[in-house]
């Protein structure tokens, strides 16, 4: 057993963990955190994805010892207060998602374009989330999604930035 | 599915990681960014004995500039291997090509150096380091040595890279502003591996080509480099038609694999038309 120290969701954890364990199990099995789901064998599917140090990753593909001191933030981790993040309440609001299995991976992809890319166009979009797949979607209200949420975050920047 | 149980050491240092190979026992894994040596964990297609991290080894990550050459260290991440402004000014093509591997979350943990020591015949790093001409920098206990690229990759997923030996830096050459450069890939659907690329690299003296040199990935068990259609484009006229011309050779002595995504004289094909439209562009026409 190795021993880890990881912040989850703003929260401090120290545990044991075996070194095979993947993180994805370990956020799932031993924090609870069922929010990130496994969807393959063969890293391809992106349903497992969390940011590891503010980057997404398939936490599939991660090792719980890499993660040791890092910081974890899950889909369970992105709402603040209570209300949803605006990438989930775009994917609500533009019906985003059937059977949801994909929607966590998807949104947390998403989150991480916007870092990088706050106004991205549809075909930066289907290339920023290429490492997600969705079974159910056919990806266009997910496309439309993530423009909606660019467009609501931009404006909700530009309005702090009025204020200040 | 989840990996078999095994040691994990996790050093800081290169000489520490060194050591921890050479006390891991009969099957050691070095660990880079996982993306390729997990997923085959994964699976219990690999089951080693002891999995030495590179993690944190000091050292081994970023670029940074070294007379004619830049210096990229093996732990360099896809992610930063794009957005480096050094591999940006002296060799975009690297940039451009890491940007067709996998997807975002795979680029932020994957590294530079454990694709090409991972050797992937559909890799997309090793044809781009064969065309620029790269040099591996190699770390073994009994101290360091340096292959060129031609010599690094041996066979199928087979390097220079014998067991205990670390790859700890490759050195690019700063061709770009004298050579054009640009990397042509065919697939069929996002995330998914070449079916076939070309990597081009182009030298022009006003309206001639004067050198050529072209990197094929998938077309046999090692990246190769298209020595015939370099040839044919030795002196040729700067000229869309001198090109094709040229690149009808660039399937000579390859022997690409037939598999569920295309067979071997389709591959062929594929060879010659991204080889004429990857050298069309790095020489700017
Ligand atoms: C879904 C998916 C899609 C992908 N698509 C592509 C693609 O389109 N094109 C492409 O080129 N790649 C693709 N890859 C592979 C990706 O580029 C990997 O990052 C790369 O092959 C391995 O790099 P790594 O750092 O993750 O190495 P690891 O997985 O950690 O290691 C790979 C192998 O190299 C050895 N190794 C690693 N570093 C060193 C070192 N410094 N010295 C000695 N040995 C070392 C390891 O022991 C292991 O055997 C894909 C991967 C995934 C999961
Ligand atoms: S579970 Fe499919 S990529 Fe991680
Ligand atoms: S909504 Fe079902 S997989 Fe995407």
Redesign the interface.
């Known amino acids: 057993m ?1 021993q880890i120290s990881v912040r989850v969701d703003g929260v401090d954890y120290v545990d044991e963990v ?5 993180l994805v ?1 370990y956020l799932r099995e031993q924090l609870g955190k069922v929010g990130t789901v496994v969807g393959c ?4 599917c ?1 349903a497992c ?1 969390v940011h ?1 140090d503010g ?4 936490s ?4 719980a ?2 993660a040791d001191g890092a910081e974890v933030t899950t889909i369970e981790g992105v709402g603040r207060d209570g209300a949803l993040h605006p990438v989930q309440k775009a994917f609500h609001e533009m019906h985003g998602l059937q059977c949801g299995f994909c929607t966590p991976g998807m949104i947390m ?1 998403s989150i ?2 916007l870092a990088d890319n706050a106004d991205p166009s549809e075909d930066e979009v ?3 989330i ?3 797949l969705c079974r159910c979607t056919g990806y266009q209200n997910i496309v439309r999604a993530v423009q909606a949420a660019a467009a609501e975050m931009g404006t909700a920047e530009m309005g702090t930035g009025a204020q200040a | 599915m989840i990996p078999a149980p095994f040691a994990y050491a996790r050093p800081t240092s290169v000489d520490e990681a060194l050591q921890a190979i050479a006390d891991g026992g009969e099957d050691v894994k070095i660990l880079a960014g996982g993306q390729s040596l997990i997923p085959v964990m994964r699976l219990r297609l690999a089951a080693p004995e002891t999995v030495v991290d590179l993690g944190r080894v000091a050292g081994l990550r970023g670029v940074r500039e070294e007379d004619d050459a830049i210096v990229v260290g093996a732990m360099t991440t896809h992610s930063d291997v794009i957005a480096d402004p050094l591999v940006q000014q002296w060799a975009p093509i690297v940039a451009q090509a890491t940007e067709t591997v996998a997807d975002r979350q795979v680029r932020h943990r994957g590294t530079f150096g454990g694709a090409l020591a991972h050797a992937d015949p559909a890799g997309d790093l090793p044809a781009v380091a064969l065309a620029l001409e790269a040099e591996f920098v190699i770390a073994g206990l009994s101290g360091r040595r340096t292959v060129p690229a031609v010599e690094f990759f041996v066979d199928y997923l087979t390097t220079a890279l014998e067991e205990g030996e670390l790859l700890v830096e490759i050195r690019l050459p700063k061709l770009a502003g004298t050579w054009g450069m640009h990397y042509e890939k065919f697939n069929r659907v996002a995330q998914a591996w070449s079916i076939v690329a070309v990597a081009a690299l182009v030298r022009r003296e006003g309206d001639r080509i004067a050198e050529a040199r072209i990197g094929l990935t998938n077309m046999g068990p090692t990246p190769l480099r298209a020595s015939a259609a370099e040839a044919a484009l030795a002196g040729v006229p700067a000229t869309r038609e001198a090109v094709a011309e040229a690149a009808a050779h660039a399937a000579e002595n390859t022997s690409p694999s037939s598999d569920l995504n295309a067979q071997a004289d389709y591959r062929h094909h594929l060879a010659q038309v991204l080889t004429r439209r990857a050298v069309i562009a790095a020489a700017g026409l």
Request: charged letters at 25%; glycine letters at 10%.
């Open positions: 190795s075996e070194p095979r364990t993947l199990h064998d063969t890293s391809n992106g994805t590891l980057e997404a990753v398939k599939c593909t991660v090792l010892v890499q992809a991480d374009l289907r290339e920023g290429e490492g997600n």
